[in-house]
Structure formats: structure tokens, C-alpha cells
């Protein structure tokens, strides 16, 4: 399956928001719901032109299926988080978040020179814990109460790859 990340525009608004608004997709992302289109217009103006994040869209020769993209790209320290959302339901489980995420850690280590990627999950997030572990991120900390969500209290973990690890890998 041909996959292509491009960077996000105005015109994929509409999808971001049916996709975040999709209860299937939204149990662990910690958006302000419901989102809504001229927000989300609102916030694509405010940061379009920013340099310390880079929100991308899957393609697949369906069309759009998800976002993907770097948050706190940090230049300074070489380093950024990642997150991914596959929004299409029949885009689910066919591989194509692993493709993606690792086209990102290439762009990350190739095109941005960066050394270390790292993200955030909710402990009970195990779908995305076995993706991560299966591309090659460690599990480096535990973060008790890390967040307050619609009033619950959110306990995290911290995966990271390094451009070291991600390199012998995949470019061995």
C-alpha cells in the first residue's frame, strides 16, 4: 500500500474534525470536545507558520486517513514528540500507522537531524504501546497523574527512540 505524508492544509480542517470528534478515535486524545470547524480554522491560522511543530496527513491511494506530525520540536536539544491518528475506520489495522511513524522517524533523523523522538500514552492505551514497541521505541518513565482530563486524572507513559537505535534498526 502506497503511503504519502504531506503537510496538513487548510482544506483537510473538515476531516481533522470528524476524525477527532469520532468517539472510536477520540478515547485517548485529549482534545477540548467537540472540536469545531471554525476553531479548528482558528487554530490552523495561529499555527501554520510554525517552526516548532509539523502536523502532516496520511494519504493512501483512498485519499486522507489520518494525521500525523511532531509537537515541541525542540532544535536546541535535537528532539520532538511525535503523535499519530489513524482517523479512517477501514484504515485501521492494515499497517498503515507503522508505515507512517516510520516515515516520520526517517524524516525526523534524515531531513530534520534530530536525535531523540519521543510521545506520550495513556497507560491503558495499549494499541499504541505495541505499535511504538513494534517500531523500536523503549519505554522510558512512568507519569503518575500526569494530566487532569475532563476531570479524571490521567496516568501516562514515555516511550523515546534515539536516532542511535532507530539506526541500527532499520539501517543496518
Not at 476553531?39 to 486517513?65: F, H, Q, S
Request: glycine share 6%; hydrophobic share 35%; proline share 2%.
Amino acid at each position: 500500500m502506497q503511503i504519502l505524508l504531506r503537510r496538513f492544509e487548510k482544506k483537510d480542517i473538515k476531516d481533522k474534525v470528524k476524525w477527532i470528534n469520532d468517539s472510536q478515535n477520540n478515547k485517548y486524545l485529549h482534545y477540548d470536545l467537540p472540536l469545531e470547524v471554525e476553531k479548528t480554522e482558528a487554530w490552523y491560522e495561529k499555527n501554520k507558520d510554525r517552526t516548532d511543530r509539523l502536523d502532516m496527513v496520511i494519504e493512501t491511494e483512498d485519499g486522507p486517513v489520518g494525521l500525523i506530525g511532531f509537537l515541541n520540536i525542540d532544535l536546541r536539544n535535537l528532539k520532538a514528540e511525535c503523535y499519530i491518528c489513524i482517523g479512517e475506520q477501514n484504515a485501521k489495522g492494515k499497517g498503515i500507522a507503522k508505515k507512517a511513524s516510520l516515515m516520520l522517524l526517517e524524516h525526523a533523523f534524515k531531513k530534520l537531524l534530530l536525535n531523540k523522538i519521543y510521545f506520550y500514552t495513556e497507560k491503558d492505551n495499549l494499541p499504541a504501546q505495541a505499535l511504538f514497541e513494534k517500531i523500536g521505541f523503549l519505554k522510558e518513565g512512568f507519569l503518575k497523574d500526569d494530566l487532569i482530563y475532563n476531570g479524571r486524572k490521567v496516568d501516562r507513559f514515555l516511550y523515546g527512540i534515539t536516532k542511535k537505535e532507530y539506526e541500527a534498526k532499520y539501517c543496518d
